[in-house]
């Protein structure tokens, strides 16, 4: 997306209606300059209204993510450790972008990412992660640990458990948690945590948190998902996005910053309490290969404990997934 595509969004974002005049004037554009970026966002996935006489709006206000805002609100300590904050329109990926940034910068102590919209965005296992334009949370927070990779066993579970919690906490809605990273909704996929970590075992590492949390979905992006989904908006939640965001990296601070002397088993409790699929017949893939048990628990590590033939087994790492076949 242009910058110039991007002012025009910042002005259209009130929902009201400009003609391509009115936004020539703004930015020192001729109509028919107007009219091309207008395109450009349309080819983009930004529906924009087109009115005869009246002009070019959005089908409804958009609220797009202020970096300023954003700082302003976060919590004395945790601004004062976020070394960069970056707020992009589209970007590649906010983890790789992170992930990037951590390693031309060895020595500072945490960084956030956010974005409007990704040409990159990922799942787990590589799946690609539908990134519409502002509207939903993309999110990363990098955080270095002096304590090393091995203290962090169990993080992507914690991290599903603080945004279960605040979504419980602010408007009483149960989250479930599947393991190991995502949210669901009444069965339906609300959002998903990413995790990339870099480092040494026992020393110095650097983690990166991605956030993709679902806030207002439009109807023929879901069409195209092939696997039930939910949003904030469908939940009946109605929120502003950059607070959202403000209390996400409030949390996420909060939690780095207490995570390697509390560990995992600090949240494990509160893991099981909202997992999927516990004590169900369960298909665990593990690359091309495929465990069939049933879930019983997740241990003190975070790790994944089947029933598979009556003998208790754990898993952890490695490209798994995890699907109720019952």
Same mark, same amino acid.
């Given at each position: 997306?242009?910058?110039?595509?991007?002012?025009?969004?910042?002005?259209?974002?009130?929902?009201?209606?400009?003609?391509?005049?009115?936004?020539?004037?703004?930015?020192?554009?001729?109509?028919?300059?107007?009219?091309?970026?207008?395109?450009?966002?349309?080819?983009?996935?930004?529906?924009?209204?087109?009115?005869?006489?009246?002009?070019?709006?959005?089908? &409804?206000?958009?609220?797009?993510?202020?970096?300023?805002?954003?700082?302003?609100?976060?919590?004395? @300590?945790?601004?004062?450790?976020?070394?960069?904050?970056?707020?992009?329109?589209?970007?590649?990926?906010?983890?790789?972008? =992170?992930? &990037?940034?951590?390693?031309?910068?060895?020595?500072?102590?945490?960084?956030?990412?956010?974005?409007?919209?990704?040409?990159?965005?990922?799942?787990?296992? @590589?799946?690609?992660?539908? %990134?519409?334009?502002?509207?939903?949370?993309?999110?990363?927070?990098?955080?270095?640990?002096?304590?090393?990779?091995?203290?962090?066993? @169990?993080?992507?579970?914690?991290?599903?458990?603080?945004?279960?919690? =605040?979504?419980?906490?602010?408007?009483?809605?149960?989250?479930?948690?599947?393991?190991?990273?995502?949210?669901?909704?009444?069965?339906?996929?609300?959002?998903?945590?990413?995790?990339?970590?870099? @480092?040494?075992?026992?020393?110095?590492?650097?983690?990166?948190?991605?956030?993709?949390?679902?806030?207002?979905?439009?109807?023929?992006?879901?069409?195209?998902?092939?696997?039930?989904?939910?949003?904030?908006?469908?939940?009946?939640?109605?929120?502003?996005?950059?607070?959202?965001?403000?209390?996400?990296?409030?949390?996420?601070?909060?939690?780095?910053?207490?995570?390697?002397?509390?560990?995992?088993?600090?949240?494990?409790?509160?893991?099981?309490?909202?997992?999927?699929?516990?004590?169900?017949?369960?298909?665990?893939?593990?690359? &091309?290969?495929?465990?069939?048990?049933?879930?019983?628990?997740?241990?003190?590590?975070?790790?994944?404990?089947?029933?598979?033939?009556? &003998?208790?087994?754990?898993?952890?790492?490695?490209?798994?997934?995890?699907? %109720?076949?019952?």
């Amino acid at each position: 997306m242009s910058p110039v595509g991007y002012q025009i969004l910042q002005i259209l974002a009130d929902g009201g209606f400009y003609s391509g005049q009115v936004l020539g004037e703004r930015l020192g554009l001729t109509r028919a300059a107007v009219w091309k970026h207008i395109q450009q966002l349309q080819n983009f996935g930004v529906e924009i209204n087109s009115v005869r006489g009246k002009g070019y709006r959005l089908p &409804e206000p958009l609220e797009l993510l202020d970096s300023s805002r954003i700082r302003a609100g976060l919590a004395e @300590g945790v601004d004062a450790v976020i070394s960069r904050f970056d707020c992009f329109a589209q970007v590649g990926s906010t983890n790789s972008h =992170l992930t &990037e940034w951590a390693l031309k910068n060895p020595r500072a102590k945490a960084a956030v990412c956010v974005a409007e919209s990704q040409s990159a965005g990922r799942g787990r296992r @590589g799946k690609k992660w539908f %990134s519409p334009f502002a509207r939903n949370i993309y999110l990363s927070c990098a955080w270095r640990f002096e304590q090393g990779l091995s203290a962090l066993s @169990g993080l992507s579970l914690a991290v599903g458990v603080l945004i279960a919690d =605040l979504v419980e906490q602010q408007w009483s809605k149960k989250i479930h948690l599947k393991w190991p990273n995502d949210l669901l909704y009444k069965n339906k996929k609300l959002g998903g945590v990413l995790i990339e970590l870099s @480092g040494d075992f026992s020393g110095d590492c650097f983690v990166v948190v991605g956030i993709g949390l679902n806030y207002a979905m439009p109807s023929a992006q879901i069409k195209n998902i092939d696997q039930p989904v939910c949003d904030l908006s469908s939940m009946g939640i109605q929120v502003s996005r950059n607070l959202l965001v403000i209390e996400l990296i409030n949390r996420l601070i909060d939690l780095f910053e207490k995570y390697t002397s509390q560990g995992f088993e600090h949240y494990k409790d509160s893991w099981l309490a909202r997992a999927a699929f516990v004590n169900e017949a369960v298909k665990l893939s593990l690359g &091309e290969k495929e465990i069939f048990g049933t879930f019983c628990s997740v241990d003190s590590q975070g790790s994944l404990v089947l029933d598979v033939g009556g &003998e208790k087994r754990i898993f952890s790492g490695g490209e798994m997934s995890l699907r %109720s076949i019952s």
